[in-house]
């Protein structure tokens, strides 16, 4: 399965990357907490709870960064699914791709490829691409009012 979600933002690339790539910037439209290295196998971690282990990407790293075009990086589930991203499985992949286009508009694009034959798979990619849709309304909204 996966999934693909398409997004013109109203602003320039570099913009739309700063809002993936600072730590205070994705605690803007993201997650409430965050702890973002940014470089390579550096960490990619999201907090939606007080307890970090519960509804949050932790331990989760950026695995490929080419500046303002793409990211790729680890994700897992919220608690409900969390069993899926523990061993023998691991966390899942993202990659957001950035598109400049012209008058300062850029297409976001967030693909998710992977599938696994477990049980709640199905059920996890369809709240997952749920959820970002809704981030990535969150991201466009901060982002053109910011402008």
């Given at each position: 399965?996966g999934?693909k979600?398409?997004?013109t933002i109203d602003?320039?690339v570099?913009?739309?990357?700063?809002?993936?790539s600072?730590?205070e910037?994705?605690?803007?439209?993201?997650?409430?907490?965050a702890?973002?290295?940014?470089e390579k196998n550096?960490?990619y971690?999201f907090?939606?709870?007080?307890d970090?282990n519960?509804?949050?990407?932790?331990?989760?790293?950026?695995?490929k960064i080419?500046?303002?075009?793409?990211l790729t990086?680890?994700?897992?589930?919220?608690?409900e699914?969390?069993?899926m991203?523990r061993k023998p499985f691991?966390?899942t992949?993202?990659?957001?791709?950035?598109?400049e286009e012209?008058?300062?508009k850029?297409?976001?694009?967030?693909?998710?490829?992977e599938?696994?034959?477990?049980?709640?798979w199905k059920a996890y990619d369809?709240?997952m691409?749920?959820?970002w849709?809704y981030?990535?309304n969150?991201?466009?909204?901060y982002?053109?009012?910011?402008?």
């Amino acid at each position: 399965m996966g999934y693909k979600i398409e997004q013109t933002i109203d602003a320039p690339v570099y913009k739309v990357w700063k809002s993936w790539s600072s730590e205070e910037e994705t605690q803007k439209w993201l997650a409430p907490k965050a702890r973002v290295i940014f470089e390579k196998n550096g960490a990619y971690e999201f907090f939606w709870d007080e307890d970090p282990n519960k509804d949050s990407t932790i331990g989760c790293k950026i695995k490929k960064i080419e500046k303002e075009r793409s990211l790729t990086f680890e994700w897992q589930g919220k608690t409900e699914y969390i069993e899926m991203f523990r061993k023998p499985f691991g966390p899942t992949l993202i990659t957001v791709s950035f598109h400049e286009e012209e008058n300062e508009k850029t297409v976001l694009i967030l693909e998710q490829r992977e599938t696994r034959e477990l049980e709640k798979w199905k059920a996890y990619d369809e709240w997952m691409s749920g959820a970002w849709n809704y981030a990535i309304n969150c991201l466009k909204k901060y982002i053109e009012r910011k402008e």
